[in-house]
T-cell receptor, first 115, second 113 residues
Framework: EDQVTQSPEALRLQEGESSSLNCSYT??????LFWYRQDPGKGPEFLFT???AGEEKEKERLKATLTKKESFLHITAPKPEDSATYLC????????????????FGTGTQLKVEL | SQTIHQWPATLVQPVGSPLSLECTVE??????LYWYRQAAGRGLQLLFY??????ISSEVPQNLSASRPQDRQFILSSKKLLLSDSGFYLC????????????FGEGSRLTVL
């Protein structure tokens, strides 16, 4: 079964039009939730790590939040350069992974910001 | 600084041909290394990970294999490619100074025809 689900699959915004991307997860005992940005033909670029419900992280126009069941990536007043695919990933409990940094990814939200 | 070199960047291969994708990590020592595949419209799927030289764990049954001949080198191989092996292959290691994040290379795009 899917452990990480991202929505929407695609999102088109006008420049300056704020919105949120969702990442829901079904894992118990989450060790960490990660947000990445991926440009076409490139490897994912790390944005944020969240460890516990209620935690928030910010970077420029992006803000990530975490609850016990989901995370949101809020984009405030986006610009065209924010266009990319945003990936969410979870780090499963040690019992399921045997340790290490194995991450389980969602399928991503493809964001397009237009002028 | 931490870098991951992957080559080739792009590869077009016929069905049944062999494959070798290479990954070399710099700026970190004794890293765990990971191979992920990203198929069109799908998320990143973990294929293999390695905690040291000669130590490989496979996450999913498949037509591919991995090897780690040196501490900072990770190789993905196949003896006979299938159409379903097409995808974007990413090598990763723990982000230096982090507790869980992965740092990714630029990827290798494989098209099997």
């Amino acid at each position: 079964e899917d452990q990480v689900t991202q929505s929407p699959e695609a999102l088109r915004l006008q420049e300056g039009e704020s919105s949120s991307l969702n990442c829901s997860y079904t894992v118990s005992g989450l060790r960490g939730l990660f947000w990445y940005r991926q440009d076409p033909g490139k490897g994912p670029e790390f944005l944020f790590t969240l460890y516990s419900a209620g935690e928030e992280k910010e970077k420029e126009r992006l803000k990530a939040t975490l609850t016990k069941k989901e995370s949101f990536l809020h984009i405030t007043a986006p610009k065209p350069e924010d266009s990319a695919t945003y990936l969410c990933a979870v780090q499963l409990p040690f019992l399921l992974t045997g340790g290490g940094n194995k991450l389980t990814f969602g399928t991503g939200t493809q964001l397009k910001v237009e002028l | 600084s931490q870098t991951i070199h992957q080559w080739p960047a792009t590869l077009v291969q016929p069905v049944g041909s062999p494959l070798s994708l290479e990954c070399t990590v710099e700026g970190t020592s004794n890293p765990n290394l990971y191979w992920y595949r990203q198929a069109a419209g799908r998320g990143l799927q973990l294929l293999f990970y390695s905690v040291g030289i000669g130590q490989i764990s496979s996450e999913v049954p498949q037509n591919l294999s991995a090897s780690r001949p040196q501490d900072r080198q990770f190789i993905l191989s196949s003896k006979k490619l299938l159409l379903s092996d097409s995808g974007f292959y990413l090598c990763a290691c723990p982000r230096r100074g982090s507790t869980g994040e992965l740092f990714f290379g630029e990827g290798s795009r494989l098209t099997v025809l």
